[in-house]
């Protein structure tokens, strides 16, 4: 591709996220709309969002009629908060806060720290504490990416006598209420996350997700100093990737600890790994999104290396599973004492 058309696409990325922001998508959805329609309903200058418009239907994003009028697209739909697998809260996230974050990207590349650290001043994780707005899109966002994981999930494996399941870091819940959905009757779930987040997601749960009520449950906390036990199965769906190899190992030595003694008790470790063949577009983009975003000397990596990180914290591995989702689950119990207990 040209690269004067690539160097632009920062540009698109600002758009995409515009669009979400103002819930194009779903004012489309009743039928096309004009530009001063549009424009109208979302407060915004008509002359402006008709270039927006316009730009986006030059990708397919959008589409226009012979009327001149913009319309959805199966792709526009995804920004829609009802679609089942709706991207808003990612693309805003994707092409607002993370988008400041490569604009620091010659300093992550001179010294292998984060950009995002570099624009906003502060760690992803101080900047959503100082501003729950961005704290409220990033959980929106991993909802986004987690909710059609839960059911790929369901069906990998055999869950008939499990009690309890917990979802280290799991947000508000998305996972887990796909995975819980596709098993009536089965076991209870259990969210630890960040305080805020837990609150957050505790208070919406009666009006999102009024099936769950009895089944799901919210616990803040912080990973790096314990996890809760008793757990059946314990999830880290797209966690490790975040953290360098040492936060890695100490998340990791937390959840052996309390597998310790239990020996049908277990951990999946699930991530969009890499393979060592030439990634795919996404993988490639989300590799290197980690250094810019996350932590200092977090990273994609492959299965041997996720694998290495759970011997390390004294974790066994039994195996792993390509879930229809595309993440990689790998599963690990107890495995040698832990000096600790």
Sequence with gaps: MNPGYLACGGWIASAVAAVARLGIADRLENGPCSAAELAASTGT???????????????????????????????????????????????????????????????????????????????????????PAIGAIYDKAMEDLSRPVGAALAESRDYSALRLIVDLGGGRGALLRGLLRKLPGGPSGMVFDRPAVCARAAAALSDEAPDLVDRLTFAGGDFFAAVPPAADLYLLKNVLHNWNNEHCVKLLANVCAVLHGRPAARLLIIEPVLDGEMPTLYKALDNLMQSVVSEAGSSGRSEAQFRALAEAAGLTITGSTRLKSGQLAIEAKEGRKPSWI
């Design 45 to 131: 200058q008509e002359a402006i969002l008709e270039k927006l418009m316009h730009l986006l239907t030059t990708v397919n994003l959008f589409a226009l009629t012979p009327e001149g009028l913009y319309a959805n697209t199966d792709d526009s739909r995804l920004l829609g908060d009802g679609h089942p697998q709706s991207m808003r809260h990612f693309c805003m996230l994707a092409g607002e806060v993370y988008q400041r974050g490569f604009d620091e990207l010659m300093h992550t590349l001179n010294s292998g720290q984060p950009g995002l650290e570099r624009a906003y001043g502060m760690s992803l994780l101080e900047l959503m504490r100082q501003q």
